[in-house]
């Protein structure tokens, strides 16, 4: 009998799933999150297979993701005169047996929360309340929270174990390394925005369009409207400066007006894409640097581990951020399977993904699967007429295959793979019910 829950500190993605995996195996939980209600707030995002398979492990329907956003069925990469970089079938389409989805990342919070609700009771989340620091007990068995909350009193939680999924501004992984240094950012600015319009190519394509110097990203997060034709398409716009310093930074997720960044792409005109036009038809539009932070030789400290942004925050280049997390999580329920609510179970999560996922983060930090556009570019200054003349067909097809492999999503081996936690699995020590 687990006499104290294991504590997760914050309720984004993956904390979020976090919490319904120890739920599914039979662990306590209880969360604390800062904020004091839960909105959908941000735009969108990515969900690779393999995070979509551990979703629908977690009970989540296909018809619950449609609900949030769209089955992407196309990644492709567009030279700077609108011609073919590289274009392959995603999902069910490219012969993965779970989808891929382009989805609201509000929506999808808000999704997982309900779940949480819903299974874990009104109360195992703890709003307005926000994780400071952390004690160890002094026998190594447990750990107490410190929390801090919106009338500024501060409290106490003790648990079995605590996992920091707090995001990039993590107080639990800054405790744990004291010395890291500040958040990384090597002078890419974003804006981002949604608007309403009509999706380009399949309808469903996440496109990557110009250079790694200046690019923009597009894909649709909702279904067509049966009577315009008209998606919600969320848009990316991103130039790296190339003089720049940190001191340049003038805030996160700030709103801006849509005509400061503008003319970076007013003649971003093909026939078969308008980029001002998609831009302008937006109803607001936010800038932030695209930051991450430099690796940790570990995870964990005893009965604390990070995960999701607290451990591995990454730049959004291999949109694989979001499902990075949620599988963070299956794989720390997945040790708990093994060894029970333990450090050792900490202790192995770390060692299965900690190495891999630091070395992933460099690699989206040098572009990602976008390295392609720099390849490109490189060569011909991003403008080609035949791209088999500049970077052969099975050049990209290896650059392509290795950063999936990288990232956990090669479709060979994810469809072979047997599930993280099989059906019916409990916590090693947890009795099965009835």
Not at 3 to 21: F, H, K
Not at 272 to 295: K, S, T, V, Y
Not at 380 to 389: A, L, S
């Amino acid at each position: 009998m687990i006499e104290r829950p294991v504590l997760v500190a914050g309720a984004g993605i993956g904390g979020l799933a976090t919490a319904l995996t120890l739920h599914q195996i039979g662990v306590p939980c209880q969360m604390v999150e800062a904020v004091q209600e839960m909105r959908p707030l941000g735009v969108g995002i990515n969900l690779q297979p393999n995070a979509v398979r551990e979703l629908i492990d977690l009970g989540i329907s296909e018809a619950e993701l449609d609900q949030i956003g769209v089955a992407t069925d196309e990644w492709t990469l567009v030279g700077l005169n609108g011609n073919d970089i590289y274009a392959e079938p995603r999902g069910r389409r490219a012969g993965y047996r779970w989808p891929q989805y382009s989805v609201h990342r509000g929506k999808l919070q808000m999704l997982l929360y309900s779940k949480v609700q819903e299974r874990l009771g009104p109360t195992a989340v703890h709003l307005g309340a926000r994780a400071i620091g952390y004690t160890r007990s002094l026998d190594g068995d447990g750990v107490t929270l410190q929390v801090a909350h919106r009338d500024d009193t501060t409290s106490e939680m003790p648990g079995a174990l605590l996992i920091a999924a707090d995001g990039i501004h993590s107080a639990i992984r800054a405790q744990m390394h004291p010395t890291q240094p500040p958040i990384h950012w090597g002078g890419c600015l974003m804006w981002r925005g949604v608007t309403w319009a009509k999706p380009i190519r399949t309808g469903a394509s996440f496109v990557g369009l110009g250079t790694h110097r200046q690019r923009m990203v597009i894909y649709p997060i909702s279904a067509p409207d049966p009577q315009t034709g008209l998606a919600l398409i969320n848009w990316i716009a991103e130039i790296t400066l190339p003089e720049f310093d940190v001191q340049q930074l003038a805030g996160w997720f700030r709103e801006v007006s849509i005509d400061s960044f503008l003319p970076h792409f007013s003649d971003w005109n093909w026939n078969w894409f308008d980029a001002p036009a998609l831009l302008r038809g937006a109803d607001a539009a936010f800038e932030n640097p695209m930051i991450d932070r430099d690796p940790v030789t570990t995870w964990i400290d005893g009965p604390v581990a990070l995960l999701g942004d607290a451990a591995h925050a990454m730049y959004p280049t291999g949109s694989n951020g979001a499902s990075q997390a949620i599988i963070d999580g299956r794989v720390l329920g997945a040790h708990m399977v093994k060894l029970g609510v333990t450090a050792a179970a900490l202790q192995a999560y770390n060692d299965q993904l900690c190495d891999p996922m630091s070395a992933l983060v460099l690699r989206n930090r040098g572009d990602g699967p976008f390295g392609l556009l720099k390849r490109v570019d490189e060569r011909c200054g991003g403008t080609f007429d035949d791209i088999d003349e500049v970077i052969s067909p099975a050049e990209r097809a290896a650059f392509m295959a290795d950063y999936k492999a990288a990232a956990g999503f090669a479709m060979e081996a994810l469809n072979a793979a047997p599930a993280t936690i099989a059906p019916g699995s409990r916590a090693f020590g947890v009795p099965v019910p009835g």
